[in-house]
T-cell receptor, first 117, second 116 residues
């Protein structure tokens, strides 16, 4: 496996279910991200982890719970979601460099398409 | 706070024609600028980036972009479009986060259609 791998690629869940999205990066990066991509809206940054510590939590509802057990893995735990949470959830990773955080290049996975019924 | 505007939601060009996708940004300091492309059902792939130096940057797949500070623009260009270039294109500006990482702010994207 190379790059950033996300599983599952597609997920359908009811509003009372509990599920998790998984992301694994094989690039040796030290930062990982969750983005939400909804139709007609810009990509929304949800969470950022750097060296396994959460450094950004972008006002995301508590029904989304991230977990970063090590620098290669990132999870997004989902519970009691709403239909408006249906979207493509993209995971990304980057390697912090001396040029500054804004210069870090993000590598994205293919995404997990979530449908909430 | 930084922001990115992509004024064109949809663009249609004929195969072989030239292409320019517009991007305007708002950022208080020297910006770190990116163009990504997304094919249907896929994640985002980096096309090119600008950090400093030469304002004309070359990327993959024959794309280039020019940074114009006076116009706060970073337009993407390609001299001759191929049918496989049909995809959605996103411009983004990056800002460092306290504690590490890069807060990328994206535009709403431009959907490119290529007519054969």
């Amino acid at each position: 496996e190379t790059g950033v791998t996300q599983t599952p690629r597609h997920l359908v869940m009811g509003m009372t279910n509990k599920k998790s999205l998984k992301c694994e990066q094989h690039l040796g990066h030290n930062a990982m991200y969750w983005y939400k991509q909804s139709a007609k809206k810009p990509l929304e940054l949800m969470f950022v982890y750097s060296l396994e510590e959460r450094v950004e939590n972008n006002s995301v509802p508590s029904r989304f719970s991230p977990e970063c057990p090590n620098s290669s893995h990132l999870f997004l735990h989902l519970h009691t979601l709403q239909p408006e949470d249906s979207a493509l959830y993209l995971c990304a990773s980057s390697q912090d460099n001396l040029a500054g955080g804004g210069a870090n290049v993000l590598t994205f996975g293919a995404g997990s398409r979530l449908t909430v019924l | 706070a930084q922001s990115v505007t992509q004024p064109d939601i949809h663009i249609t060009v004929s195969e072989g024609a030239s292409l320019e996708l517009r991007c305007n940004y708002s950022y208080g300091a020297t910006p770190y600028l990116f163009w990504y492309v997304q094919s249907p059902g896929q994640g985002l792939q980096l096309l090119l980036k600008y950090f400093s130096g030469d304002t004309l940057v070359q990327g993959i797949k024959g794309f280039e972009a020019e940074f114009k500070r006076s116009q706060s623009s970073f337009n993407l260009r390609k001299p001759s479009v191929h049918w496989s270039d049909a995809a959605e294109y996103f411009c983004a500006v990056g800002a460092g986060l306290t504690g590490g990482g890069n807060k990328l702010t994206f535009g709403t994207g431009t959907q490119l259609k290529v007519e054969l």
